[in-house]
């Protein structure tokens, strides 16, 4: 695991900052980064990691060049494989539905339609699916496509 962390660029002990991989992705999914989610992701970070100089290097990098698929398929496998490992990593199994979950709150924050389940574009609906498959965690629908069908 650790040549992978380094190939992302990610400093062994900060290993915490991938968890926010998911919510990266999301963001990215339409090819722009808005400001709402942005600001978000890092009000999320803030609260929730206590990331070093070095992880909040990684996390700005994220947020300002969008990371290649590539790169994201790396760092979900990554995610899914801490929260296997025996070692105590601090990812846990149980972590994974709500990293999903916050990937989807993303997916819903734009600035056209602040947390409208209908607001998944449909580029982040293909990420969160993907997310879903590589955390192997059964997501079902999201919002926006269970409220198109009920329509």
């Known amino acids: 695991m650790g040549r992978s962390f380094e190939r992302l660029g990610i400093p062994a002990h900060d290993y915490s900052v ?8 999301v963001a990215w999914a339409d090819g722009k980064m808005e400001f709402v989610k942005k ?26 060049k969008r990371p290649t698929h590539a790169y994201i398929a790396e760092g979900l496998h990554d ?21 999903l979950s916050y ?9 056209k339609a602040l947390d409208q389940p209908a607001a998944v574009s449909i580029g982040a609906d293909r990420a969160l699916q993907e997310i879903a498959r590589e955390l ?4 079902g629908e ?9 329509s």
Do not use: C
Request: charged content about 25%.
């Open 18 to 25: 991938l968890k926010l991989l998911p919510l990266i992705y």
């Open 39 to 64: 600001e978000r992701i890092q009000y999320y970070a803030a609260g929730e990691y206590d990331l070093s100089p070095a992880g909040a290097a990684v996390l700005d990098r994220w947020l300002t």
């Open 79 to 99: 995610i899914y494989a801490l929260a296997r490992a025996d070692d105590d990593m601090e990812v846990n199994f149980s972590e994974l539905p709500a990293l």
């Open 103 to 111: 990937a989807e709150a993303i997916a819903r924050s734009t600035a």
């Open 136 to 139: 192997h965690i059964d997501h």
């Open 142 to 150: 999201s919002w926006a496509k269970l409220l198109d069908e009920l």
